[in-house]
């Protein structure tokens, strides 16, 4: 099962913010990038058993981060 993974900045709250239209219920966020994929390989195994899928999967992370500069 391939999953997609958004992972987005915020930066009005300094934090990046994991969703997933793939993973119900899905929503983390953390100061740190590398936390982060940390936290959504453990958090997506367990809701999905929750939700009594039990497959092997594959997750693709997508990111993004935007900053405006003023200068």
């Not at 913010?17 to 993973?23: I, K, L, M, Q």
């Not at 940390?38 to 497959?55: G, H, K, S």
Request: proline share 6%.
């Amino acid at each position: 099962m391939d999953l997609t993974i958004k992972m987005i900045w915020d930066p009005d709250a300094r934090v990046w913010v994991a969703e997933s239209e793939d993973v119900p219920g899905l929503v983390l966020e953390s100061g740190s990038f590398d936390a982060l994929l940390e936290r959504v390989r453990i958090a997506v195994p367990e809701l999905l058993a929750l939700n009594r899928t039990n497959t092997p999967l594959t997750l693709n992370f997508q990111s993004e981060r935007r900053e405006r500069l003023a200068f």
